[in-house]
């Protein structure tokens, strides 16, 4: 199993990013999947997740700015980000829920906000 992120980038306090994750080597739609985030030193974080049928939910810190959705078509997964802060700086990474288990975890996209 593949996992590539990216859309990650700089941007400033308030902005917007998207972030995509392709998912290849095993079957997606009837998966459920999360975004995580982690910054140097401290342990990867759960931001949020997307059940296979699209229900969702979101760490407290996120909810109303950040976005999960899926095409199931396009097995691609979608961290839609807006009204960023700089808090939110971290690598963001796609996997499976960990209360399901995780996959071997992808390179992650970098988020860089400044203030």
């Known amino acids: 199993v593949q996992l590539q992120a990216s859309g990650g980038g700089l941007a400033q306090a308030g902005g917007s990013l998207r972030l995509s994750c392709v998912v290849s080597?095993?079957?997606?739609?009837?998966?459920?999947w999360a975004w995580y985030r982690q910054v140097p030193g401290k342990q990867r974080e759960l931001v949020a997740t997307i059940s296979n049928y699209g229900s969702t939910n979101y760490v407290d810190s996120v909810k109303g700015r950040l976005t999960v959705s899926r095409d199931n078509a396009k097995k691609t997964v979608y961290l839609q980000m807006r009204s960023l802060k700089p808090e939110d700086t971290a690598v963001y990474y796609c996997?499976?829920?960990?209360?399901?288990?995780?996959?071997?975890w992808g390179q992650g996209t970098q988020v860089t906000v400044s203030s």
């Open positions: 996997n499976r829920p960990t209360s399901i288990g995780t996959w071997a």
């Open positions: 080597g095993s079957i997606f739609s009837a998966i459920h």
